[in-house]
T-cell receptor, first 114, second 108 residues
Framework: SAVISQKPSRDICQRGTSLTIQCQVD?????MFWYRQQPGQSLTLIAT?????????ESGFVIDKFPISRPNLTFSTLTVSNMSPEDSSIYLC???????????FGQGTRLTVV | KNEVEQSPQNLTAQEGEFITINCSYS?????LHWLQQHPGGGIVSLFM???GKKKHGRLIATINIQEKHSSLHITASHPRDSAVYIC??????????FGGGTRVLVKP
């Protein structure tokens, strides 16, 4: 199993500012995934973060808005830049662990932009 | 693009009842995950399936690859089973595509 520590758990931010979300895993993983869950909706993949290379973004998400760092095999950050109320969501990081590739999720960051 | 459809969207059951949640998808996948999301947002993995059937306690998950369909069953449901249940299909690169979720309420 994996323990994923994600912080902050929640924040209320002013529009136009940026928030960095941190995700720490207790084991080394090749890929880390960042998801967004907008109010009342299911999860959507933002990007896949690999150590030592740039993140791969899904359609509709861009690096300027959601820059990601992956400095080592246990840690990643997602920044939500120049925030607007439309960015109010839950943001989650996730990993899959071998050998069964079961998915593990952080507790989520509930972001409210005012 | 893979479309993942879950039914029903909402389900209310009396304690002890048998519950079934269905998940259909549109393209070939490498695996299917069933997840449980509690109020407050925490997500827990229940099953990862690539074929057949798995059982864990009162939970049973099945998948039919040919029909692109999976079901999650909860036997002898209990109020603590109240949560949102989400199916997610896995494609190349371990990327997950999520269904819309089924909100389950089990009344005592």
């Amino acid at each position: 199993s994996a323990v994923i520590s994600q912080k902050p758990s929640r924040d209320i931010c002013q529009r136009g500012t940026s928030l960095t979300i941190q995700c720490q895993v207790d084991s080394q993983v090749t890929m880390m995934f960042w998801y967004r869950q907008q109010p009342g909706q299911s999860l959507t993949l933002i990007a896949t973060a690999n150590q030592g290379s740039e993140a791969t973004y899904e359609s509709g998400f861009v690096i300027d808005k959601f820059p990601i760092s992956r400095p080592n095999l246990t840690f990643s950050t997602l920044t939500v830049s120049n925030m607007s109320p439309e960015d109010s969501s839950i943001y989650l990081c996730s990993v899959m662990l071998s050998p069964d590739l079961v998915a593990f999720f952080g507790q989520g960051t509930r972001l409210t932009v005012v | 693009k893979n479309e993942v459809e879950q039914s029903p969207q909402n389900l209310t059951a009396q304690e002890g009842e048998f519950i079934t949640i269905n998940c259909s998808y549109s393209v070939g996948i490498s695996a299917l995950h069933w997840l449980q999301q509690h109020p407050g947002g925490g997500i827990v993995s229940l099953f990862m399936l690539s074929s057949g059937k798995k059982k864990h306690g009162r939970l049973i998950a099945t998948i039919n690859i040919q029909e692109k369909h999976s079901s999650l069953h909860i036997t002898a449901s209990h109020p603590r089973d109240s949560a949102v249940y989400i199916c997610a299909t896995e494609a190349a690169g371990n990327k997950l595509t999520f269904g819309g979720g089924t909100r389950v309420l089990v009344k005592p």
